[in-house]
């Protein structure tokens, strides 16, 4: 059985942050495993509380998992300082561990901020080098290119740039564009569009957590970069079409359609 771990904070209501991130690696039948960042007070309607591990217990779990069940591969979500994010890149390079997602969780699905200002230099420079793949949507690539981006051609050129960040690929992620909900993925200097109809389903609580945890999925079984995000694309667009509508805000996403 492939193991993943996922770095990440909680979400109470389950449906992002390491509960997405488990339920999917689940669904992909795998053995899921999470070293928790912070916890949150957060439903669908937004986020209410964050309360942050220290970073000495953030590197006491990861220690903990890579010294008994080593991971095939790495998802790291929400990071929400510097001192947490520098144990990290730390404990990931003393394991030399593989196949490390990194989904720069800046701001929540409901609006609410995740990431201290202090932390995108953090960010950038400590993880981002790690990486196989990030993931940022396109709030997310304005913040780090520096560009703003309105169409498929702005998103190109905010790869370009992100690219310069990390020796692995970027995947900036269409959910915000307004014609489509097309991907695109910088890998190797090559550029490659994963197209998809926008499904209507305002319920779209956690689909940034879900993607990136279904690519290390992939990737855990040895997968390549397009072949690991064009199925995570195929897993995420049918737990949007199950039509799930849970919460009195933006739901989460049914997670384990496939067992239906």
């Given at each position: 059985?492939?193991?993943?771990?996922?770095?990440?904070?909680?979400?109470?209501?389950?449906?992002?942050?390491?509960?997405?991130?488990?339920?999917?690696?689940?669904?992909?039948?795998?053995?899921a495993m999470s070293a928790i960042t912070a916890l949150t007070a957060q439903n669908t309607t937004?986020?209410?509380?964050?309360?942050?591990?220290?970073?000495?217990?953030?590197?006491?779990?990861?220690?903990?998992?890579?010294?008994?069940?080593?991971?095939?591969?790495?998802?790291?979500?929400?990071?929400?300082?510097?001192?947490?994010?520098?144990?990290?890149?730390?404990?990931?390079?003393?394991?030399?561990?593989?196949?490390?997602?990194?989904?720069?969780?800046?701001?929540?699905?409901?609006?609410?901020?995740?990431?201290?200002?202090?932390?995108?230099?953090?960010?950038?420079?400590?993880?981002?080098?790690?990486?196989?793949?990030?993931?940022?949507?396109?709030?997310?690539?304005?913040?780090?290119?520096?560009?703003?981006?309105?169409?498929?051609?702005?998103?190109?050129?905010?790869?370009?740039?992100?690219?310069?960040?990390?020796?692995?690929?970027?995947?900036?992620?269409?959910?915000?564009?307004?014609?489509?909900?097309?991907?695109?993925?910088?890998?190797?200097?090559?550029?490659?569009?994963?197209?998809?109809?926008?499904?209507?389903?305002?319920?779209?609580?956690?689909?940034?957590?879900?993607?990136?945890?279904?690519?290390?999925?992939?990737?855990?079984?040895?997968?390549?970069?397009?072949?690991?995000?064009?199925?995570?694309?195929?897993?995420?667009?049918?737990?949007?079409?199950?039509?799930?509508?849970?919460?009195?805000?933006?739901?989460?996403?049914?997670?384990?359609?496939?067992?239906?």
């Amino acid at each position: 059985m492939k193991k993943v771990l996922t770095i990440a904070g909680s979400d109470c209501s389950g449906g992002a942050g390491i509960q997405a991130d488990i339920k999917t690696i689940t669904a992909h039948k795998m053995y899921a495993m999470s070293a928790i960042t912070a916890l949150t007070a957060q439903n669908t309607t937004g986020v209410y509380g964050v309360l942050e591990a220290t970073p000495e217990f953030v590197a006491n779990q990861l220690d903990c998992i890579f010294q008994d069940i080593r991971p095939d591969a790495v998802k790291i979500g929400m990071v929400s300082n510097v001192e947490i994010i520098e144990v990290i890149a730390m404990k990931l390079r003393e394991y030399s561990a593989e196949n490390i997602v990194v989904d720069p969780v800046m701001v929540s699905t409901s609006g609410s901020k995740l990431l201290n200002d202090n932390a995108n230099d953090a960010l950038t420079t400590l993880l981002f080098p790690l990486a196989a793949v990030i993931t940022p949507n396109i709030p997310e690539a304005q913040c780090l290119s520096g560009l703003t981006i309105k169409n498929k051609v702005d998103m190109e050129r905010a790869a370009d740039m992100i690219s310069d960040m990390t020796k692995g690929s970027v995947l900036i992620k269409g959910g915000h564009l307004d014609e489509s909900a097309d991907d695109l993925l910088k890998a190797e200097g090559k550029t490659f569009w994963f197209e998809s109809p926008r499904i209507e389903n305002p319920n779209t609580h956690g689909t940034g957590c879900t993607l990136s945890s279904a690519i290390a999925c992939n990737l855990a079984l040895g997968l390549n970069i397009i072949e690991s995000v064009n199925k995570a694309k195929e897993y995420i667009t049918g737990a949007l079409k199950a039509g799930l509508s849970i919460g009195k805000g933006r739901g989460p996403l049914n997670h384990c359609f496939k067992l239906q």
